[in-house]
């Protein structure tokens, strides 16, 4: 079972941008020495916690401070970009990084409407031609001749490309290319079953996969008692609720007994997000990713969880690999 990480750069109230690029390097050299298999970094635009919007730039900084993981997006929002512009982008990442690079693609636009105005783009008309966009992108990787202009760098380029999704639209594209596919588990996992089948059945081989390959994303606070590893989860828990009720901010400080503390709708919203979660002790996140695993068949894991003292992320990532080893 390969495990990897999904790192979101987090910013801490009262930290800055600048230490969250850093405690994402580190986190990052981190899971390289503990084994891990991909280190990725998601697409999100005006978020106050969030630093990884300019996704290609904080992958340089990874890949330069790690030598052998693979580093990709978890993704890459394609309706917000031109398929040249991620091209080029991830071209150059994989010149940088050889064999090391990974193009995650999402439909999704990484934010609220605003993005829209922001980015001066129809957004509702780019997710139509997302497909035909993910299409082109795999052209220009394959440097084919038939298109206006190559991109360069970019032609000739070999990053790994992965659909990623959290409903059946994705599960379905991903099956039609012939692409590995990762559902987002862990905050959207309603669909997860239905999303699995759907690609399984209608997977059709392609040059680069003949057949299946699925990741499943899961939460994950692991440490030496379930509080304490139930007080490091109640930093994202906050964050979470915020986002979900507009008011978005740095990651704050853990708080006891916050899901205690939330009125009876909020908590089952924050309960039916946050099903896929890995919560408690080495034997609990055993247990619990075991079970994930029977259930979705899943060739691949991803574990996420951001964590206020980020000696708490690397505490926890150790105890979860230890405890994950030889699935």
């Not at 991620?86 to 064999?99: K, N, S, V, Y």
């Not at 008011?247 to 009876?264: A, I």
């Not at 994930?292 to 708490?312: H, M, N, Q």
Request: aromatic share 6%; glycine share 8%; proline share 6%.
């Amino acid at each position: 079972m390969k495990i990897s990480v999904l790192d979101f750069v987090s910013v801490v109230e009262g930290g800055t941008v600048s230490q969250a690029l850093a405690e994402s390097a580190d986190l990052a050299k981190l899971a390289e020495e503990l084994g891990c298999h991909r280190f990725w970094i998601a697409e999100h635009h005006g978020m106050p916690g969030i630093a990884s919007s300019a996704v290609a730039v904080c992958l340089a900084h990874i890949g330069h401070a790690t030598s052998t993981i693979r580093i990709g997006s978890g993704g890459i929002m394609l309706p917000n970009h031109s398929p040249m512009v991620i091209a080029e982008q991830f071209g150059t990442l994989d010149a940088l990084f050889p064999g090391r690079i990974d193009l995650g693609l999402g439909r999704a636009p990484g934010a609220d409407q605003r993005i829209a105005q922001m980015l001066r783009k129809d957004l509702h008309s780019a997710a139509e031609r997302f497909p035909q966009d993910v299409v082109e992108l795999r052209a220009l990787f394959a440097g084919d001749d038939r298109l206006p202009m190559q991109a360069m760098p970019g032609a000739g380029a070999s990053p790994e490309l992965w659909m990623l999704g959290a409903s059946l639209f994705g599960a379905q594209l991903a099956a039609m290319l012939g692409l590995p596919y990762a559902f987002a588990s862990h905050f959207a996992p309603a669909a997860l079953d239905d999303a699995l089948a759907t690609y399984r059945q209608n997977f059709r081989p392609s040059e680069s996969l003949d057949r299946p390959h699925v990741m499943v994303a899961a939460n994950c606070f692991a440490a030496d008692t379930v509080a304490e590893a139930e007080l490091l989860a109640s930093s994202m828990d906050q964050s979470f609720v915020a986002l979900r009720t507009g008011t978005p901010g740095r990651l704050p400080p853990p708080v006891p007994g916050y899901r205690e503390s939330l009125p009876p709708q909020a908590l089952a919203g924050l309960r039916a997000m946050r099903e896929v979660s890995a919560i408690g002790t080495a034997d609990d996140v055993r247990a619990t990713i075991t079970a994930l695993i029977a259930r979705t068949e899943a060739d691949e894991l991803v574990l996420t969880g951001s964590t206020f003292d980020p000696k708490a992320r690397h505490h926890s990532l150790r105890i979860a690999m230890q405890a994950l080893a030889g699935l």
